[in-house]
T-cell receptor, first 111, second 112 residues
Framework: RKEVEQDPGPFNVPEGATVAFNCTYSNSASQSFFWYRQDCRKEPKLLMSVYSSGNEDGRFTAQLNRASQYISLLIRDSKLSDSATYLCVVNTSPTGNQFYFGTGTSLTVIP | NAGVTQTPKFRILKIGQSMTLQCTQDMNHNYMYWYRQDPGMGLKLIYYSVGAGITDKGEVPNGYNVSRSTTEDFPLRLELAAPSQTSVYFC???????????FGQGTRLTVV
């Protein structure tokens, strides 16, 4: 079983739409959680950390459900510039000392 | 602030050749990582280091070696390049083992 699983998409949505991505992780000892954004042929960049109580950063909202081992990212009022691949990342430290990456969910926002 | 810097950005190797991918960070991070990313796949950890002088294998270490003589530098060595090592390689660093990782711009390696 993969450490982190994401729906690869692609998601094609019109500008202004709300879109949600989901991610599940297998290791219940996982300690920290992130969403990264990766543009085509570029390095991953941190979008936001995910906290147990849920957190919001402008149009982006992240949620964590430890009982179901599930992470989500909600993007409201989608912009053309949101088009990218979104990576779910889980850190299993102290048992693993490494980040596990999902394969990513592709989003294209259409004019 | 440069962050994580990788060189080269692109390289074509012949089968059996060797090379070193350079990675340096100026954030004084203890933790450094090497990942490879193949098309349609998630990033796979090759090696990581928790501080100068300490390295450990990740998920896909075969065919690679690393060293960590200083906090700043974490080079990745390919000794006998094989076509299966054609990939995009990312170096990353993090302040602790549970805080976010920062990535270099990547090295696109093709082995022919």
């Amino acid at each position: 079983r993969k450490e982190v699983e994401q729906d690869p998409g692609p998601f094609n949505v019109p500008e202004g739409a709300t879109v949600a991505f989901n991610c599940t992780y297998s290791n219940s000892a996982s300690q920290s959680f992130f969403w990264y954004r990766q543009d085509c042929r570029k390095e991953p960049k941190l979008l936001m950390s995910v906290y147990s109580s849920g957190n919001e950063d402008g149009r982006f909202t992240a949620q964590l459900n430890r009982a179901s081992q599930y992470i989500s990212l909600l993007i409201r009022d989608s912009k053309l510039s949101d088009s990218a691949t979104y990576l779910c990342v889980v850190n299993t430290s102290p048992t693993g000392n490494q980040f596990y990456f999902g394969t990513g969910t592709s989003l294209t926002v259409i004019p | 602030n440069a962050g994580v810097t990788q060189t080269p950005k692109f390289r074509i190797l012949k089968i059996g050749q060797s090379m070193t991918l350079q990675c340096t960070q100026d954030m004084n991070h203890n933790y450094m990582y090497w990942y490879r990313q193949d098309p349609g796949m998630g990033l796979k950890l090759i090696y990581y280091s928790v501080g100068a002088g300490i390295t450990d294998k990740g998920e896909v270490p075969n065919g690679y070696n690393v060293s960590r003589s200083t906090t700043e530098d974490f080079p990745l060595r390919l000794e006998l390049a094989a076509p299966s090592q054609t990939s995009v390689y990312f170096c990353a660093s993090s302040r602790t083992d549970y805080t976010e990782a920062f990535f270099g711009q990547g090295t696109r390696l093709t082995v022919v």
